[in-house]
């Protein structure tokens, strides 16, 4: 009998991931599943230095706590900082906040900096393109059809694809518009849909791979189900539980 949590998009809200850990017992779930995109905040309240830490820190921790349990999945909004690890942490951190630099540049400068003094480098190696449980397919934002092998049989078709994944991955700047970083056309790329990473729920997911996927990502008031498939993000409202391949999902106030 399989036990998941999972966990949607973060964005620095540590008021909504502390909901939740104080609310589940993490030792009575067989694997905790987070879906990515852990910083860049989505609200004012969670902007800056402290919060970006604190975000850093709650998630190592429980990496450290639970090493076989927690399974983190890349977001797109994650990218940037493993990228820009090895600059950040080698230059003057005075050249990070110059300000002269655009603005929205030393924000992202000084918040790899942050992010990367808490996050040892392992983090990142650590991070998944999906993982697979209780016969779901858990990404970020989803599998088009158009990044999936029909013609092999399914878990070869995924660990191709994850193969490919981990590929881009090693080296970040040669492949930085790689198809499987790439977002589609609804979110101002040029694919017409884009990658696991990028698919837009509403606009571009569709549910004909042989999985059934649980995604983050699109935000929405409440969770949206598409054929078999659920994209569970609620803009930090809720999460879900899969149990024995059931969903149920779950308000932190309540």
Excluded at 37 to 50: H, K, L, Q, S
Excluded at 114 to 126: A, C, K, L, S, T
Excluded at 241 to 248: F, K, Q
Aim: proline content about 6%.
């Amino acid at each position: 009998m399989a036990r998941i949590l999972i966990i949607p998009d973060v964005h620095q809200d540590i008021l909504y991931l502390s909901k939740i850990l104080e609310k589940e017992d993490l030792g009575s779930y067989d694997q905790v599943v987070f879906l990515g995109d852990y910083f860049d905040p989505n609200v004012e309240a969670f902007a800056g230095e402290a919060a970006t830490r604190l975000t850093a820190q709650l998630i190592h921790g429980l990496v450290v706590d639970w090493p076989k349990k927690i399974k983190l999945l890349w977001g797109n909004h994650d990218i940037i900082y493993c990228r820009l690890r090895e600059y950040v942490l080698r230059v003057d951190p005075g050249e990070l906040s110059d300000p002269e630099l655009a603005p929205d540049l030393r924000e992202t400068f000084e918040r790899a900096l942050w992010i990367n003094q808490e996050w040892p480098g392992e983090m990142w190696f650590r991070m998944e393109l999906a993982v697979v449980c209780d016969g779901w397919l858990l990404s970020h934002a989803g599998f088009h059809p158009d990044f999936w092998k029909p013609e092999l049989p399914k878990e070869e078709a995924l660990r191709s694809v994850s193969a490919e994944w981990n590929g881009v991955i090693m080296d970040l700047f040669e492949n930085e518009d790689h198809a499987l970083l790439s977002a589609g056309e609804a979110r101002g790329g040029d694919l017409p849909a884009g990658g696991p990473i990028w698919c837009d729920w509403d606009k571009e997911f569709v549910d004909e791979i042989p999985y059934k996927q649980l995604v983050g990502h699109t935000a929405g008031a409440e969770p949206r189900r598409n054929g078999r498939s659920w994209c569970v993000d609620c803009a930090q409202r809720g999460y879900a539980i899969l149990e024995d391949g059931e969903l149920e999902f779950i308000s932190p106030e309540s």
